[in-house]
């Protein structure tokens, strides 16, 4: 079943969780003694796996729909299973039975974080706060939503708060760190990043996120380092994989930026900028098929993107396709008019096809704009 954005979410939500009770029951849950369904929905230990627990929920809410227990344990299982229109369905209902149920709001918070729903998940910690104020965990996550509404000042309050009530909570560090960064105030950041990563050294995003505070600062060793460590610790983080690979490739060393540009599309291949980015580095290393692969690529998936242009045409340049290349120049150029390396790159194409006044005016242009354009090219091995 699939919900209709027309209609109101928790509606379709309690139609959703209805239509689940005409399934059939999984086969473990169904060879489950009413006993063992009982145990491993309601235990308290991390011994009992998220299917064991999703397993004996299931049973014991055959057995009683109405056990507002067993529906917030297994909404939790469903959230932490990514299953978040599920979680807010079993969530509901766990609500609706017990109201001051403070762990419930708390996770239904999450999932509604999850589906992108930031006023309801704010309204969930809110409650959650109000039935238990002096747990960290709900101002954190609270700040993290209101983060996400550009609602600055009332997350700092609660980032704050959180850390005044549990002054060993890595998370809210990072988060508080994260906001920091992300608003210009790179001290405080590296500060509670530090703090963050001093509390918990194995939380790969504190170490990517100071590694953009080092690399803003142009401490390159340290940023590398940080990203470094990083990637040790989460091979598969494609941002930090990207940010450094945008690192190597402003220093010109072409071979680790496409390896790591290479490790950043394996982990998420959804980002068109990678993809332009891998094209300009295989072009670079005239490797000129894969680039072509990497530009059509990214165009497949941001029609008309002038940078990703720009790339493709630097690459029709170097193949010796020179119509191509100023027929994506020119491309670029409607939309970006003052784009310096479009311009130079042109003018390139120009005197190779023999237009020498009209070669002479691009790059002129392009130099009035950036007095180093022809260095910036000297790398790319056209001239």
């Keep these: 079943m699939t919900c209709n954005h027309k209609i109101d979410i928790r509606t379709c939500l309690c139609a ?45 809410l055959k057995a009683n729909p109405s056990n507002a227990a067993a529906l917030a344990n297994r909404g939790e299982v469903y959230r932490r299973k990514g299953d978040s229109e599920l979680a807010v369905a079993d969530l509901n209902r766990a609500l609706d039975l017990d109201p001051n149920d403070v762990i419930a709001w708390y996770n239904r918070g999450i999932a509604y974080d999850d589906l ?19 747990d960290a965990r709900y101002y954190n996550n609270r700040g993290n939503s209101r983060i996400a509404r550009n609602d600055y000042e009332r997350a700092m309050a609660d980032y704050d708060r959180a850390i005044k009530l549990n002054p060993k909570f890595a998370l809210a560090y990072f988060n508080r760190g994260t906001a920091y960064r992300e608003h210009h105030e790179a001290d405080r950041a590296l500060a509670d990043l530090d703090m963050s990563i001093k509390l918990d050294p194995n939380y790969g995003p504190a170490y990517g996120n100071r590694a953009r505070i080092f690399r803003d600062k142009g401490d390159r060793p340290r940023a590398l380092a940080d990203f470094g460590k990083s990637l040790q610790l989460n091979p598969n983080n494609d941002r930090d994989a990207y940010a450094r690979a945008n690192m190597y490739f402003d220093a010109h060393d072409y071979a680790r930026a496409l390896e790591d540009y290479d490790r950043s599309i394996k982990a998420n291949a959804s980002y068109s900028g990678v993809f332009n ?107």
């Design 277 to 383: 980015a891998r094209c300009m580095t295989h072009a670079i290393l005239g490797q000129l098929q894969e680039a072509l692969g990497d530009c059509e690529q990214a165009l497949r998936m941001r029609p008309n993107d002038p940078y990703t242009l720009d790339s493709r045409a630097l690459t029709y340049l170097k193949l010796g396709n020179l119509d191509a290349a100023i027929a994506d120049y020119d491309a670029v150029l409607s939309a970006k008019p003052g784009l310096d390396s479009s311009l130079y790159g042109r003018g390139l194409a120009k005197r190779k096809k023999g237009d020498t006044d009209g070669a002479e005016r691009d790059i002129a242009a392009a130099k009035a704009i950036n007095a180093g354009i022809a260095d910036m090219f000297a790398p790319y091995g056209v001239q």
């Design 16 to 60: 959703i969780a209805a239509a689940l009770t005409l399934l059939t029951f999984p086969a473990a849950a169904q060879s489950l003694s009413p006993a063992q369904a009982r145990q491993w929905c309601f235990a308290r230990d991390d011994k009992v796996s998220d299917d064991q627990r999703m397993d004996g929920c299931t049973l014991v």
């Design 116 to 134: 992108g729903d930031r006023d309801h998940a704010i309204a969930d910690y809110t409650r959650a706060i109000q039935l238990e104020p002096d």
